[in-house]
Antibody, heavy 122, light 109 residues
């Protein structure tokens, strides 16, 4: 079964850091670009960051540029999001998602994880 | 950055009705436009990719059209299981970026 499972969410104080992980299974992970998409409580979807198949190219939303870093470990079939200098507005459910086409970094997202919740609060 | 304006933000229709949602991009995005369905407490589900292509396994009552800046998503005959919020998404790789529309909540009248 093709599956993405996120972990690492929690409650953190403003200015703090958190590292999210996404474990992939059921497909050839290093064929696909991956992204993180978040959804604040009761709000819409926001693309956060994307990475190509080998980690050589990345992209970020302006709202997180310079604070978040996306990475991947193809040997471990895992995607990561290092989040620093967290703000209250970063509070959201963070999903990892697979790009539909092999090799594309940002694409239609055909596989989604259920998400991990990040709450930034003092 | 490219802005995606989706309308309406909500709608109410009867079972069997034709439902149309529009998405407008702030600049030409060719056909790099996708549509998703999200039910409460669930992850989004891809319905349409590249403006008009039906994802495998998605019922044919869902369709999409458009190119450039103006796009349309249609449910030809609304079913009770279609109650959800629908989002459009633009994407690009040069530079890498993506943006979602604000969403349309579809309810049964």
């Amino acid at each position: 079964e093709v599956q993405l499972v996120e972990s690492g969410g929690g409650v953190v104080r403003p200015g703090g850091s958190l590292r999210l992980s996404c474990a992939a299974s059921g497909f050839t992970f290093d064929d696909y670009g991956m992204s993180w998409v978040r959804q604040a409580p009761g709000k819409g979807l926001e693309w956060v960051s994307g990475i190509n198949w080998n980690g050589g190219s990345t992209g970020y939303a302006d709202s997180v540029k310079g604070r978040f870093t996306i990475s991947r470990d193809n040997a471990k079939n895992s995607l990561y999001l290092q989040m620093n200098s967290l703000r209250a507005e970063d509070t959201a459910l963070y999903h990892c998602a697979r790009g539909r086409r092999v090799m594309e970094m940002v694409d239609a997202f055909d596989i989604w994880g259920q998400g991990t919740m990040v709450t930034v609060s003092s | 950055d490219i802005q995606m304006t989706q309308s309406p933000s909500s709608l109410s229709a009867s079972v069997g009705d034709r439902v149309t949602i529009t998405c407008q991009a702030s600049q030409d995005i060719s056909n790099y436009l996708n549509w998703y369905q999200q039910k409460p407490g669930k992850a989004p589900k891809l319905l349409i990719y590249d403006a008009s292509n039906l994802e495998t396994g998605v019922p044919s009552r869902f369709s999409g059209s458009g190119s450039g800046t103006d796009f349309t998503f249609t449910i030809s005959s609304l079913q009770p299981e279609d109650i959800a919020t629908y989002y459009c998404q633009q994407y690009d790789n040069l530079p890498p970026r993506s943006a979602f529309g604000g969403g349309t909540k579809v309810e049964i009248k």
